[in-house]
């Protein structure tokens, strides 16, 4: 729909429509008077006609007509774009609109009576109707670290100095370690036959090191291995997970042939001074002990941070729905499944096997991506609520700091991220950051008796 120029205080302004539609998507029509246009257009033509340099004239005194045809490209150019950023300018006042994208302007005509017209796409920030974000109640474990799970540390640390004894009188049990040949096949085949690719240490090895622990290589696998001698022979049977990472083998049963060819046992060090002298020349197992305590503090003071932001963010998911721009969701749900498939391949899985998962990993990833935007999106909304900001000095101190970090010129820095279009990115991110900052510090933290931190 084009609307007639409308005339308000002796000035022509600009007819703006905007058509909102579903899925955060509006379309903006505007109509320039031809007052308005020409108005612009003079401002143009006189900035150039000042200080353009054309042959044959000095600079600034060209007539206006030989400047108007010689830079009449990029007159028009310079037109259109002050035009465009004007209504758009416009349409944010006239509409109280939060536009996230002003799309690509189409169909700028200009008409026989010196109007120009012109269509926009805009992608609109959702309209967030927030429940009540203070005092939100959060549980989390006992901030004290367990003692178990100190003395746990200081066993890992006995561990790596161990001292192995051959055991020759009798047969393995758990907490053994042994030195074992072994091959394995599924449905009658090699693993790799079966995979029809290499099956890394799953298909054989040769002197492998296996701890007689339930957690060791398979489940399973350990606990049949009590009771064999050196130089016994045994077929161990183990059914793997719904959930392994090698999806053609989830749920297969693998048959291993397992020859044992060493058995030991593993002496530890005494937790003294002796062994502290081992780990850091100069300090005390008290000493190690305490570096160990602060050390396991500080990261579970982290992980519980993470739990109360979590709760806090599903609290705000598990209440508030509503629609989100499909270019947004798109894009996160790209950019969450290119992090799965990472994680898959550092895990060791085949492309292959993260082809076949294709469609979980894609419906994963969008799931992560709506309740990613939703939350970006409440946030925001919190944050203009609470006039939560992030001040000049905050993120030149933050740049800095990042660049020192990385060994780079502070300055060079900036104007790198200036240069890349970054800097309202990252204003926007530390906002965020104090607004989750914010709602932590007004949540309602109850400590459980819980002491662990699996949540």
Request: proline share 5%; net charge negative.
């Amino acid at each position: 729909m084009v609307l007639a120029p409308t005339w308000i205080s002796g000035l022509f302004i600009m007819n703006i429509v905007v058509e909102k539609q579903p899925k955060c998507v509006a379309t903006l029509r505007v109509e320039i008077p031809a007052e308005k246009v020409n108005g612009e257009r003079n401002q143009i033509i006189t900035g150039y006609a000042n200080k353009a340099r054309v042959p044959g004239y000095r600079p600034g005194k060209a007539p206006r007509t030989v400047v108007e045809k010689r830079f009449q490209k990029e007159i028009a150019q310079e037109l259109n774009g002050n035009l465009i950023n004007e209504a758009y300018d416009e349409a944010l006042k006239q509409e109280s609109l939060h536009v996230l994208d002003f799309g690509v302007p189409e169909n700028v005509t200009t008409h026989p009576n010196g109007t120009v017209t012109f269509v926009s796409k805009l992608t609109l920030a959702p309209e967030v109707a927030l429940p009540d974000y203070i005092g939100v109640n959060v549980t989390v474990p006992l901030s004290t670290v367990p003692e178990e799970d100190i003395d746990a540390q200081l066993t890992a640390l006995q561990e790596r100095f161990a001292e192995f004894n051959d055991i020759t009188d009798r047969p393995a049990a758990m907490a053994d370690f042994t030195v074992v040949d072994y091959t394995s096949s599924v449905d009658g085949k090699p693993t790799e036959v079966f995979l029809e690719e290499p099956a890394g240490h799953l298909s054989g090895r040769e002197g492998f090191w296996i701890r007689l622990d339930e957690e060791a290589f398979l489940p399973g696998f350990a606990v049949q291995m009590t009771g064999m001698n050196i130089g016994d022979s045994r077929e161990i049977t183990v059914t793997l997970p719904e959930d392994f990472q090698i999806q053609k083998l989830a749920n297969k049963e693998m048959v291993f042939q397992v020859t044992i060819k060493e058995l030991k046992q593993a002496i530890l060090p005494a937790l003294d001074d002796a062994m502290a002298e081992r780990l850091a020349p100069g300090k005390t197992m008290a000493e190690i002990k305490e570096i160990i305590r602060t050390n396991m503090s500080d990261e579970r003071n982290r992980k519980i941070s993470d739990m109360k932001v979590n709760q806090i963010v599903a609290h705000f998911n598990s209440l508030v729905s509503f629609e989100l721009p499909e270019d947004l969701v798109f894009q996160e749900t790209q950019n969450q499944a290119d992090a799965l498939v990472k994680q898959g391949v550092k895990a060791g899985m085949s492309e292959s096997e993260i082809a076949s998962q294709q469609g979980e990993i894609f419906a994963s990833a969008g799931a992560q991506a709506v309740s990613n935007l939703r939350t970006n999106f409440i946030l925001q909304e919190i944050a203009r609520i609470e006039k939560i900001h992030v001040t000049d000095n905050e993120l030149i101190n933050h740049l800095a700091q990042i660049a020192n970090s990385r060994k780079i010129a502070p300055k060079k820095f900036i104007k790198d991220m200036q240069r890349a279009g970054r800097l309202q990115n990252i204003r926007s991110s530390m906002a965020i950051g104090k607004t989750i900052d914010f709602l932590v510090e007004h949540a309602n933290v109850v400590e459980s008796n819980e002491t662990t931190l699996d949540a």
